[in-house]
C-alpha cells in the first residue's frame, strides 16, 4: 500500500433480505456473515476486511432497519444507528426485483441523519431481473436523494459489477494505512462465527415467526485427546415449549439435519472434524427480557 492508500469504514442499509449479508460475503470473498430467505436474520455488527491494492475497506454488517416488536428489535435498530454514526461511506440497497417503497423512502431520508457519511445507492439481486426492471429500479432509486456519490447496479450471486462498487467506495474513503493487517478478512471470535453456522442451519425450514426465537450459545470446544477431533457443545434457545418441539423434530430427526448443515462450515473454519453436541432450551420470552438479552449477548 502507498501513500495514496485509502481505508475506512462502510456499511449496507436497507429494509430487511434486500441482500446485504449476501453482498459483504461477496465482497470478502468469504462467508462471513450467515445469509438467509427469513427477514432479519443478522443481529450484531459484523466486520468483514476487504483489500485492495488501492486501500482496504472495512464493511460492517448490520441488522436490516425495521419496525421494532420487541426489545430486542430495538436494541438491533440502536446498534444500526450506532453503526451509521461512525461510518465514512454508506450503501442503500434495494433489490432489483422488488418497486422501491415506503420502507425504502424512510431510510432514505433517514440517512440525512448522518451527514459526516457520502452515500451511495446500490440496486442488488440484478440478476433476478430483466433489463427494464433494472433501469425503472435505477431511476426510482436515483431519486430518492439528490447527493448520492454514485447509483451502482449489481449482483452479489454472480458478482457483476463487485469491482466498480469496491473501487467507487474506496475512491470516497479517506487517505490512511490499512486499519486490519492482510489476511484478516473479519474481527468476529471463531466462537460467534461458530455460533452463527448452527443459527442459520436451524433457520432454514422454519416457520414465520420461529426465526426470531432462536439463539444460539456456545458451551465449549475442545480439541479431544488422542484423536484429530474438536468437540463443539451448543445450545439452541427458543421461547416456548412448542418452539423447542419444532427444533428437535420427530424422533430427534429435525435436529440432526441442523446438525449435519452446521457441521460442514465448522469443520471448514477449525480444519479438524468436529462432534457437534446441540442441545435445545427455552428461555421464555427472552426477546422481552433485558436480563435474557444480556446473558445471550445483545
Not at 106 to 123: M, T
Not at 138 to 160: G, K, Y
Not at 211 to 223: F, G, L, N, R
Not at 248 to 277: D, M, P, Q, Y
Request: aromatic residues 4%; proline residues 5%.
Amino acid at each position: 500500500m502507498t501513500d495514496e492508500t485509502r481505508s475506512g469504514f462502510v456499511t449496507f442499509v436497507g429494509r430487511p433480505n434486500v441482500g446485504k449479508s449476501t453482498l459483504t460475503n461477496a465482497l470478502v470473498g468469504e462467508k462471513i456473515a450467515i445469509t438467509s430467505e427469513k427477514p432479519q436474520t443478522t443481529r450484531r455488527a459484523i466486520r468483514g476486511i476487504v483489500n485492495r491494492p488501492e486501500g482496504q475497506l472495512v464493511i460492517v454488517d448490520t441488522p436490516g432497519i425495521h419496525k421494532p416488536r420487541t426489545l430486542l428489535g430495538e436494541r438491533l435498530n440502536d446498534l444500526v444507528e450506532q453503526v451509521l454514526g461512525d461510518v465514512d461511506v454508506i450503501g442503500f440497497c434495494v433489490p432489483a426485483n422488488e418497486k422501491v417503497g415506503p420502507g425504502d423512502r424512510r431510510i432514505a431520508a433517514s440517512l440525512d441523519g448522518y451527514p459526516r457519511a457520502k452515500k451511495i445507492a446500490i440496486v442488488t439481486k440484478m440478476d433476478t431481473a430483466g433489463r427494464d426492471e433494472v433501469t425503472e429500479r435505477l431511476l426510482e432509486v436515483d431519486s430518492l436523494r439528490e447527493d448520492w456519490a454514485a447509483v451502482i447496479p449489481l449482483s452479489a450471486l454472480t458478482r457483476e459489477q463487485l469491482d466498480v462498487l469496491s473501487d467507487e467506495i474506496l475512491t470516497l474513503m479517506p487517505k490512511g494505512p490499512a486499519l486490519y493487517p492482510e489476511g484478516i478478512t473479519t474481527d468476529e471470535s471463531q466462537e460467534d462465527r461458530i455460533a452463527e453456522m448452527i443459527r442459520e442451519a436451524a433457520l432454514e425450514g422454519v416457520r414465520d415467526e420461529l426465526p426470531h426465537s432462536i439463539a444460539v450459545v456456545i458451551d465449549d470446544i475442545a480439541p479431544r485427546e488422542g484423536t484429530d477431533l474438536t468437540d463443539v457443545h451448543a445450545s439452541i434457545v427458543v421461547e416456548r415449549d412448542s418452539q423447542k418441539a419444532i427444533i428437535i423434530g420427530h424422533k430427534g430427526k429435525r435436529l440432526s439435519e441442523v446438525g449435519a448443515r452446521a457441521r460442514v462450515g465448522i469443520e471448514e473454519l477449525l480444519g479438524t472434524r468436529i462432534f457437534l453436541g446441540l442441545h435445545v432450551k427455552v428461555a421464555k420470552e427472552w426477546q422481552r427480557d433485558p436480563k435474557q438479552l444480556g446473558r445471550l449477548g445483545f
